[in-house]
């Protein structure tokens, strides 16, 4: 933008502002469980954002809020017309609006998490978007999903592999999902958890924490962006209830 | 630089500006068992057309030539006394805000319904962000000024449109075109209706695009009267006029004549976009 032009609305601008984290990953491996368990974990140290992005209802943002892990002032829904992929890599202007809603409501924030709709293995967080991103697989989907690939899994920041407690019954090799990721992911850490077993998630929380702390030195304290408040204030999309 | 180019990015469907969300009502059409197929949805998009879509592309085309006479400077000061009597903030008359409010005011006085106006300002609002880092110029800027909240949708789609080269009349036909595109997606992905078989119907939709196109501006016309218009319709909103500050039409736009921009009701969209926020289950914003 040029000199003239007070561009309030680049989102790639990173200086003072919270740590932006896509987290995707298929239908039922657990994004939504992730959420709140990091909720649980970080919340007590980080100021938190949620934007959820249902694939109808607000289901899963109802769910956080229920879960009692986070002011439910703080979790915004984003409704995507039947393509959740679009919503976050191709159109985010809808994301982009919930995201700095609440940094407006409520910043300075330290890390706002912007959950994707169920999705395949194809799908990815825009750069506009998310600054880290985490796919979530689980075991039941089978132990050969790292093998096959897919952007989600190859490109992540951190691959999840949740429900390890399924593993036995449903015949998943822990070791060969380990070694097939590792192998497609070019060295970039995979996790093993059972969200069900540890409700904090804590070796995921641990891995946003360093991430929150290596953005903060960075990119500075966040500071609240009140210049844009004054040009796009109140009348935002309500938190969906 | 005929703002061809311009207006086919405007108008694709591709333009990251959150449209994709939204169904125009048809999601809630669909529920109700109104929308069920090709046959229907011709009938709807008709409608739609007829109603919605004149209406919003008077809108876009007078936001068109709004920003293009306001693009900053001394046009809104001198305008602003007709419009808003108040002593405005210095900062707000220099760039023609008030002009950007009252025009804002008109899309808010011809939708009746809040749920379809609350859609109109997040579409405008999303459509906004994205121009201004497209296309960035100071009507743009004055407009986010002038309506924090967000401008309706075919405020921010008109002055979008002079920000990247197009005419009124361009503005228009996109905002005629969107009326019919964004819904039409959304009953091929609602209904599984073949895709092809859709987008016949918007083909046989493009003459009635480009009437509603031309309507719109005759109304912008009898609106704001053009100083340089050889058959009543032409050159002045047309093709013929380009962006830039055109200082010389101050003088139109202070006495404009707002009700003649059409105003043609749709209750049952209305209906329709009230119905929807209802849904417990919807895909789309609206």
Known sequence: MGAHHDDLHDAAEPHGRALRLGIGGPVGSGKTALVAALCRSLGPSLRLGVVTNDIYTTE????????????????????????????????????????????????????????????????????????RQIFVLDVSGGDKVPR????????????VVNK?????????????????????????????????????????????????????????????????SAVQSAARQAPAS | M???????????????????????????????????????????LRGRLATAGLVTAALAAAACELAAVDSGGSAGRELRAACDPGPPPADDAADGVPLWRRLDAEA??????PAQRGAARTQGRLLLRTARRMWPSAALDALARAVPEGPHHPVALGAAAASAGCAPRQAALAAAYTSVTGPATAAVRLLGLDPVTVHRLLADLAPALEDTAHVACASLDDAVPADDEPDGCGAGHHQGRQPGRHPERQAAWQAARWHALPGHSAPALDLLAEGHLTNPMKLFVS
């Not at chain 1, 109802?62 to 829904?77: N, Q, S, T």
């Not at chain 1, 395949?120 to 978007?129: E, H, K, Q, V």
């Not at chain 1, 070791?175 to 097939?180: A, E, H, L, P, Q």
Request: net charge negative; charged share 25%; aromatic share 4%.
């Open chain 2, 2 to 44: 005929n703002g061809d180019a311009a207006l086919l990015l405007l108008a694709d469907s591709r333009l990251p500006a959150g449209g994709h969300a939204h169904s125009g009502g048809v999601e809630e059409a669909v529920r109700r068992g109104t929308v069920t197929g090709a046959g229907d949805l011709a009938r709807f």
């Open chain 1, 60 to 131: 899963d943002a109802d769910f956080l809020r229920r879960a009692g892990v986070v002011d439910p002032e703080r979790i915004l829904a984003v409704q995507t017309g039947c393509c959740p992929h679009t919503a976050i890599r191709d159109d985010i202007a809808a994301n982009l609006d919930a995201v700095e809603t609440l940094e407006e409501r409520f910043g300075p924030l330290d890390l706002v998490i912007v959950e994707s709709g169920g999705d395949n293995l194809t799908a990815t967080f825009s750069r506009g978007l998310a600054d």
């Open chain 1, 164 to 228: 390890t407690d399924l593993a036995p019954m449903v015949g998943a090799d822990l070791t060969v999902m380990s070694r097939d990721a590792a192998a497609v992911r070019d060295g970039k850490p995979v996790l093993f958890t059972s969200i069900r077993e540890d409700r904090g998630a804590h070796s995921v929380a641990e891995w946003v924490t360093h991430m929150v702390d290596a953005w903060r030195r960075e990119h500075g304290e966040p500071h609240h962006h009140a210049v844009q």
């Open chain 2, 108 to 113: 808010d006085a011809r939708t009746a319904s």
């Open chain 1, 148 to 159: 096959k690939g897919g952007p989600g899994v190859t490109s992540a920041d951190l691959l």
